[in-house]
């Protein structure tokens, strides 16, 4: 069964590619192309998975994908307006019609620069206090510190708190400011060979925020937003339908791929792992896990949306006797190694059932797209478009992430996060930043 996933995720992926208004922004696109991939590595590991998945996990995956290309499709009929059928063509010309390079301010640029540094040491300082007190009182090196800094974040249910609560909001602004300066860069170099390295100075603090929070994941929605302002530009440029991959995109995959895998076996005690193992762990055990949820009869969740809602319900100030833990959920173990990557199936399905997980991903489609859709065809010279960029980043991120886990509800199903995000955005770009469109030479 898992060839016939890989076959029918591959068909999905190039259909989506080559009929999608959204082109490689689709979020079918994403999440067939992520289970074509992790489903390509199970298959020809097979040896080493030693057990194929059932018809059942099949079928939900294909209905995830199905669902998923349903709601693009109904999203795309909705938000796409009479006079703009076709992306390709009439809603490009309202792209067009502001032309010239991105201006930011580069006194505006090393001011907030500084200030988010200063941030990103205060961070860094009370995680390597707490490394050392859980430590007993040291570590041999900065990798073993993060060792034990994660080891500190799982025990304590992710409560750890590294920052006093100025400082954590400045976090998520430094974030929005990252995206925002890599498109702009991006932009101003690959449409007007402007280098504008200034530019660039935000995302120093933001990447060492990024490590210093132990995760990994942040530094994929980083690659995430480089590869969505890439092909934003060529969808300008119109040049989508001529996209080919070239080496230097397999090149720089692969180094990600490599220095992600280096960097976690550095961090924690998974050296003694082979490698293909190590690299199963991280992609298609995500498919064994789900697998292996289905096949199990799973008890009944402890009330509605426990393991979807609990942002939810912490926004309306509801409490419940059972509180969700972190990272001590082992869901399956396979060649010696524990995983806890089940795809982004598991946990709605767990909380609704196979029909209620299809109608949450049905919805979240549709709004994907509107999202996306809105941030494909705006003008760059209109300073909402940023506020849109950010958040068709992170609607992007869920499906490309949806063959390994489930952040949808870190979006989704998290108004208070979200209305953050829209108000630091709007901070940022209306009252600071003021990205302006300028012919070039005038600033």
């Not at 504008?196 to 995760?215: A, H, N």
């Not at 994941?217 to 339908?241: H, N, P, Q």
């Not at 791929?257 to 550095?266: A, D, E, L, N």
Request: aromatic content about 18%.
């Amino acid at each position: 069964m898992i060839s016939c996933l890989f076959l029918v995720s591959a068909f999905y992926t190039y259909i989506a590619y080559q009929n999608s208004k959204l082109r490689l922004l689709s979020p079918t696109f994403w999440a067939s192309g992520m289970f074509m991939a992790f489903s390509f590595i199970y298959l020809v590991t097979l040896f080493s998975m030693k057990s194929d998945i059932s018809p059942f996990t099949f079928f939900a995956i294909v209905l995830f994908l199905s669902v998923t290309a349903i709601g693009e499709y109904m999203g795309n009929k909705i938000t796409v307006k009479k006079d703009f059928s076709d992306i390709e063509s009439e809603k490009l010309k309202i792209i067009s019609e502001c032309e010239g390079i991105i201006y930011i301010s580069k006194g505006k640029v090393i001011v907030i620069t500084i200030i988010f540094m200063i941030v990103a040491m205060d961070r860094y300082r009370n995680l390597v206090s707490i490394a050392s007190s859980y430590s007993g009182g040291g570590f041999s090196g900065i990798m073993n510190m993060m060792t034990y800094a994660r080891r500190a974040f799982v025990d304590s249910n992710r409560s750890v708190v590294l920052s006093n609560t100025v400082f954590n909001q400045l976090v998520y602004m430094c974030e929005i400011t990252a995206y925002i300066m890599i498109f702009v860069f991006l932009f101003n170099w690959i449409s007007y060979k402007d280098k504008r390295f200034y530019l660039l100075l935000p995302l120093i603090p933001d990447l060492f925020i990024r490590f210093v929070s132990t995760s990994r994941t942040g530094f994929i929605i980083f690659v995430v937003a480089i590869i969505i302002s890439y092909f934003w530009i060529l969808l300008k440029k119109e040049r989508l339908r001529k996209l080919r991959i070239s080496p230097k995109l397999i090149i720089g995959v692969t180094i990600f791929v490599v220095v992600f895998m280096i960097y976690g076996r550095i961090r924690n005690e998974a050296k003694s792992i082979p490698v293909i193992n190590y690299l199963q762990m991280y992609t298609c055990s995500s498919i064994y896990g789900l697998e292996d949820l289905l096949q199990k009869n799973w008890d009944g969740t402890p009330y509605f949306g426990f393991y979807t809602l609990q942002k939810i319900y912490s926004l309306l100030g509801i409490e419940h006797d059972v509180v969700r833990t972190w990272g001590r959920m082992v869901v399956f173990s396979k060649n010696n190694y524990h995983a806890n990557l089940y795809t982004s199936l598991a946990n709605p399905i767990m909380d609704f059932g196979i029909i209620g997980c299809m109608m949450l991903r049905f919805f979240a489609a549709f709004i994907a797209t509107k999202i996306i859709s809105n941030f494909a065809t705006k003008s760059y010279g209109k300073r909402s478009f940023y506020i849109y960029l950010f958040f068709a980043i992170s609607m992007i991120y869920c499906y490309f992430y949806s063959a390994t886990g489930d952040v949808f509800a870190d979006y989704f199903f998290n108004p208070g996060l979200m209305i953050r995000y829209l108000v630091y955005g709007w901070i940022l770009v209306k009252l600071y930043l003021k990205p302006t469109v300028v012919e070039k030479g005038e600033s």
